[in-house]
């Protein structure tokens, strides 16, 4: 239950950060560069987060 309740919770997360960083990018006007870096940025948090739920699993289903 837990760990749907963290994907659900980190995945609402996920959404109000890519509309702060969207907002951000729109009122500094960075153009597209600037906001295509701010959203790399974003990604890589949330690509790391899928990372680690990726490897917990293997480990649980493989007994460590």
Partial sequence: FSSWVVGIG???LVLLMFFIVFQL???SK??????MV????LMMGVVG???KMAVELFLE???M
Avoid at 30 to 35: E, V
Avoid at 38 to 41: G, I, K, R, T
């Fill in 61 to 63: 289903t493989q007994g």
């Fill in 10 to 12: 980190v995945g609402g």
């Fill in 38 to 41: 701010m959203l790399m940025a």
């Fill in 25 to 27: 990018a729109r009122e």
């Fill in 30 to 35: 960075a153009g597209k560069y600037g906001l």
């Fill in 49 to 51: 987060f899928g990372l």
